[in-house]
Structures are given as structure tokens and as C-alpha cells.
């Protein structure tokens, strides 16, 4: 029987991959031909046609599975939808972005910087090492990185090329896997509605683009916040049931793969998982020792991260937390914003309310609530600590959990105790679809022609890092993960797996990369009486010796400019090396541009 099923499922899945990569292909086809440009007067025109088009996948899948003779027939058509949604997914961002290789908000600037950092770390070493600092472990959630990282490096690509198309990439992996853990929960149908309706409903561009919430900005966290919701309901839903243990083995490793990708959220998942199995009155020591199993396996699975983590944070400083923007200090509920939004989140609680017998709806009602929750913790420790909890992410998942809701309710409204006028039901079903599809429209429309996507087409001028590159691999005779590098400039460190002796800014640093020692080994050095003791300094610090130095010229002498960790920001800091301290006898020397390059003699492998 488990044979069996594992076949059909398999012949499912298959269906769903071929569909979905032919798509893929025919939709990049047609983009292609239609010459389509982010910049064009029409181009916003896409978003309204993606989500109607995306709607009636998500409604002609409930149809076909209701009325459609054969179980068979009913799986692989519905199978045979979700491959289209997996590609359909994809478009709008496919489109923003043909033309360019870059991601949205290009590969130097914002968050996006630290996120091609990582990819290149990846593409040079698949240990779970820190993305600039040598001798540490991965702070942040690797395993989206590590995948474009080891994907640059099995294929032979410059790693930062990898970055687009992983970006595109994972919306459709998104739906797909949220799609494959409804299904453990509902019938083919529905899961692939609730899966899309997930995607649907996501933040968009709505402010200045330096306190920007659009979802797929941050692929990774909003992968975990689609995948979150089908992922509580299908493991709330096998803790509940006695026995299947091959089920929770399967929920303990998906559930490792999304700690890993975004680990934040997860652990909001797994603290909901075991309020729900606390307060359970169904055979509450069953359900707590099977969730409790689930955590157990997705802590084993993920040691290697969290362990390395939790000691590096015991003994640093978390100074990501210190960063705050005015997003921050508010507590989304989802009532009161985009009138869309509001709609479907009123849908949501009466559906689910109306349908709390179900196991499915407790996880996605209480989802909800923990999310709201979340960010008032986060408001919280802001207030008494100076650390947020990243609650821009939670508020990515409450849209994506209450786009699903609707769909997961529906199925059984009305069967419970409660009845319901089918009146009722139809109604609330079409209100839903025109507010998912008006925040869809507005979704597809910011993915291709929105300011982080037009901001990709704007071109990077790599050339000056790429010579600087040369001169200290050739002046070193190492490869550039064997260097370790104090640069002013950005894209050196961002485009080569070369080590940073500074971070790109200091709410991207490594809790224990000790960034106000390592400014004092630069002034130190900075102010030192002559040239040999720079050069000391700089080859017998703490943290290893300085390979090299990339800093900018100016009448005052060497400068480099870097910040430590300051809150609310973080406080800017600027060292000079005056006019000979760093001479030739010293350091090889050769100037790009407004910046000299500087490798120190003896670092030569």
C-alpha cells in the first residue's frame, strides 16, 4: 500500500516538474518575442493578466477535481495545473528582469550585496563558512545560498550570474513545495488553490525603496513564509493522527530544509506546533511527544548550523537586531492597510472560525495569531533591548497565511456542527477572488516594472574590481579564498570569495566577527610611527594577518571608511594611513582609479 502510494505521488510530482520546466521555457519564449521591457509604458499591463490567469489555474484545478470522472484522471490534471501555476509563477519577475543579469536592486546595492557575498563564498568552498570573515561558521540561514553557491560552481558560472535566475527560480519552488505539503492535507484541488493563494497574497513596493517590504525582495524569507503555513497544517495535522511515522520523517526533513533557508520564521513554526499540541484536548501527551519528535529531528538535521550559531551569539553580538526602520515600531494585523489585504484577512478569521473543528484551520488560525504576536515581541525587545526580531517577516507570512485560508476552510464549510447557506459560501468564495486578484495584480505588476526591478537594469561596472582582483592574486600567487582582504570597495568583496578583514557594514557582521577590535588593528596601524610598524600591525593581528588593502586616495593620505555596530544606526568610521606610511618597500602598490591596491610583501603564498 505505502508502495503504491509512494508511486502515485511520485508519477504526480514528475508531472508537475515536466509541465512546469516546458512552461518555464515556452513563457521565456514568448517574453522573448514580445521584446518585453521593464521600462515600458505597457509593462505594468502584466500584472492583471498574471493574476486572473493565475486565479483560473487555482479555479479550474477545485472544478476538475470535483467533477473530473477517475481519481486518477483528477490527480495528474491537477498535477498537470500545478506544473503550469509553478511556471506561470515565475513570469512577471522573469519579465522585469529580461535584459539584465542582475537580480532585483542589482548585485551592490542594500541587502543584495551580502546576498551575492554569500553565493560567491559558496562557489568556493561547500563548508558552511561565514560569507566574509575567515575561521567562521555561518551565522545566517545558508542553505539558499549554499544551493547558488555550489550551483555556480558545479556549472562553471560567475557566481553573481546565479543570483537572477536562483531569485526567479525559487517563486516557483515556492509554490511548488507549498503546493506538495497541502496536498498532505487536502485534496489535490484545493492545495493547489491554497498554494496559490499564498503567492498571491504577498506585501508589495509601497514605500521608499530604502524601507521597502516587497516580499521576493528577500526570495529565501519568503519562500519559508509560503512553505510555513502548508508545513504547520501538514505536521499539526500527522501529530494529531496516531502512527505514519513515515509522514513525520518527512515533515522533520522538509522542516530542516525551511530552518535552514529562513530560520527565523521557522522557529515561530515550531513554537506554534507545540502551543497547539500543549493546549490540545485529543490525547495531548501523543500529540506533545510527536511534535516533540518533529523538533527533535529538525534540530538534529540542523545542528551543523545552529549549534555554531547559538555559542557564536553567547559570546557576540547580534547586530542585525540593531538595525530599525519605521515599519518596525507597528504591529500589522492586516485590518486597516491595502483594502484587498483587509478583505481577505476578514474572509479568512470568519472561514476559519467556522471551521476550528478541523485540524487544518487550528494551524492556519493560529499562525495568524503568532505572527501578530511575533511582531509585538519584536516591538517589545526593540523597546527593551535595542534588538527587533526582523518583523517585516512575519508580516510577509501573515499575508501569505491568511491568502491561504480561505482555501483551506472552504472545502468543509458548512459539514461542522454550524450549517451554512451554500448562498453564504459561494459569496464569500467570489468576495475572496476579487480581493486576491487585485492584490495579485498589484503583485505582478511591482515584480516586473516596480523600483527594485527596474533598479537591476542599471549597469555595474565591474572592471575596476576585477583589476584589482588580478593584481593581488598575481602579487599573492594564492587563489582569492586563500586572502584576506581590508577594501574600500565593495564590489571586490561582493564578486570574490576573497575574506573581508571588515564587513560590508556592520548589521552584516558575524555575531562574533569582533568588528571594534578589528577597527582598533587598523587605527593602530594607522597610527603608527613609521612604516615597518604598519606593516607589523597589519601582518599580526587577532584575526590573522592582512593580505591586502584596497583603499582610497585623498591629499590627507590612504583612506578607508567602514561603521561599527551603533544604535539606532550604525556609527560611521574613517581611518587614514598618512602619505608614506605604507611605502614600497612594504607593500606592492598599484593604483585603480581613485583607490590604490596594496599587497603586503611576505603575503605571497
Known amino acids: 500500500m505505502i508502495a503504491r502510494r509512494l508511486a502515485w505521488r511520485s508519477a504526480e510530482l514528475a508531472v508537475v516538474l515536466i509541465v512546469a520546466a516546458v512552461g518555464t521555457l515556452a513563457l521565456h519564449g514568448v517574453l522573448v518575442a514580445l521584446h518585453f521591457r521593464a521600462t515600458d509604458e505597457v509593462a505594468p499591463a502584466i500584472g492583471p493578466i498574471w493574476a486572473a490567469l493565475m486565479i483560473a489555474i487555482a479555479v479550474a484545478a477545485v472544478l476538475l477535481d470535483r467533477r473530473l470522472a477517475g481519481h486518477l484522471h483528477r490527480r495528474m490534471a491537477v498535477a498537470a495545473l500545478a506544473g503550469a501555476a509553478t511556471a506561470l509563477a515565475m513570469t512577471p519577475l522573469m519579465a522585469g528582469l529580461l535584459g539584465t543579469r542582475q537580480p532585483p536592486f542589482t548585485i551592490l546595492r542594500g541587502d543584495m550585496a551580502f546576498r551575492t557575498e554569500a553565493v560567491t563564498r559558496?562557489?568556493?568552498?561547500?563548508?558552511?563558512?561565514?560569507?566574509?570573515?575567515?575561521g567562521l561558521h555561518s551565522f545566517y540561514p545558508p542553505a539558499w545560498f549554499w544551493?547558488?553557491?555550489?550551483?555556480?560552481?558545479?556549472?562553471?558560472?560567475?557566481?553573481?550570474?546565479?543570483?537572477?535566475?536562483?531569485t526567479i527560480g525559487t517563486v516557483g519552488a515556492a509554490l511548488l513545495l507549498a503546493f506538495c505539503l497541502w496536498r498532505m492535507v487536502l485534496r489535490p484541488g484545493w492545495a493547489l488553490a491554497a498554494a496559490i493563494g499564498s503567492s498571491l497574497v504577498l506585501p508589495t513596493q509601497t514605500e521608499a525603496i530604502a524601507h521597502a517590504t516587497e516580499a521576493w525582495y528577500s526570495p529565501y524569507s519568503c519562500l519559508v513564509a509560503i512553505c510555513g503555513v502548508a508545513w504547520l497544517a501538514a505536521a499539526w495535522t500527522t501529530v494529531r493522527a496516531p502512527g505514519d511515522r513515515g509522514r513525520l520523517a518527512l515533515l522533520a526533513v522538509a522542516g530542516a530544509a525551511l530552518a535552514l533557508t529562513y530560520d527565523l520564521l521557522f522557529v515561530l513554526l515550531l513554537a506554534v506546533l507545540l502551543a497547539l499540541?500543549?493546549?490540545?484536548?485529543?490525547?495531548r501527551r501523543a500529540a506533545l511527544q510527536r511534535a516533540g519528535a518533529v523538533c527533535l529531528g529538525v534540530a538534529v538535521l540542523t545542528a551543523v548550523f545552529w549549534v555554531p550559531l547559538v555559542l557564536a551569539i553567547a559570546g557576540g553580538s547580534a547586530a542585525q537586531g540593531h538595525y530599525v526602520r519605521p515599519d518596525f515600531l507597528r504591529v500589522t494585523t492586516g485590518l486597516g492597510g491595502p483594502v484587498g489585504l483587509t478583505v481577505v484577512v476578514v474572509a479568512a478569521v470568519a472561514a476559519l472560525a467556522l471551521t476550528l473543528w478541523r485540524p487544518a484551520s487550528q494551524a492556519v488560525a493560529a499562525l495568524l495569531v503568532a505572527t501578530i504576536a511575533y511582531q509585538l515581541a519584536s516591538v517589545a525587545t526593540l523597546l527593551l533591548a535595542h534588538q527587533q526580531l526582523q518583523p517585516h517577516r512575519a508580516v510577509t507570512m501573515l499575508w501569505a497565511t491568511a491568502g491561504a485560508a480561505v482555501a483551506v476552510a472552504l472545502p468543509t464549510l458548512g459539514l461542522g456542527r454550524t450549517t451554512i447557506d451554500p448562498r453564504l459560501v459561494a459569496a464569500l468564495a467570489v468576495v475572496t477572488v476579487g480581493a486576491t486578484f487585485g492584490l495579485g495584480a498589484a503583485q505582478g505588476t511591482t515584480q516586473a516594472t516596480g523600483p527594485f526591478t527596474r533598479a537591476a537594469h542599471a549597469p555595474v561596472d565591474l572592471a575596476p574590481s576585477t583589476e584589482m582582483a588580478r593584481f593581488i592574486t598575481t602579487a599573492t600567487a594564492r587563489r582569492p579564498q586563500a586572502v584576506t582582504v581590508a577594501s574600500t570597495d565593495r564590489a571586490l568583496l561582493v564578486t570574490r570569495p576573497f575574506h573581508g578583514f571588515l564587513a560590508l557594514g556592520a548589521r552584516y557582521a558575524h555575531p562574533d566577527a569582533q568588528v571594534g577590535r578589528r577597527i582598533g588593528v587598523l587605527r593602530a596601524a594607522a597610527a603608527c610611527p613609521d612604516p615597518a610598524?604598519?606593516?607589523?600591525?597589519?601582518?599580526?593581528?587577532?584575526?590573522?594577518?592582512?593580505?591586502?588593502?584596497?583603499?582610497?586616495?585623498?591629499?590627507?593620505?590612504?583612506?578607508?571608511?567602514?561603521?561599527?555596530?551603533?544604535f539606532p544606526q550604525p556609527v560611521p568610521v574613517t581611518i587614514t594611513f598618512r602619505p608614506g606610511l605604507l611605502d614600497r618597500a612594504h607593500w606592492q602598490r598599484h593604483d585603480v582609479g581613485a583607490d590604490a591596491v596594496l599587497v603586503r610583501r611576505g603575503a605571497a603564498g
Open 533 to 566: 610598524c604598519a606593516a607589523r600591525t597589519l601582518a599580526r593581528t587577532p584575526f590573522g594577518p592582512v593580505d591586502a588593502l584596497v583603499l582610497t586616495r585623498t591629499p590627507a593620505g590612504l583612506r578607508i571608511r567602514t561603521d561599527r555596530d551603533g
Open 147 to 166: 544551493l547558488g553557491g555550489r550551483l555556480a560552481n558545479w556549472t562553471g558560472a560567475t557566481p553573481w550570474h546565479v543570483v537572477k535566475p536562483l
Open 122 to 134: 559558496f562557489a568556493a568552498t561547500w563548508h558552511l563558512d561565514d560569507y566574509t570573515f575567515r
Open 277 to 283: 499540541a500543549t493546549v490540545s484536548r485529543r490525547e
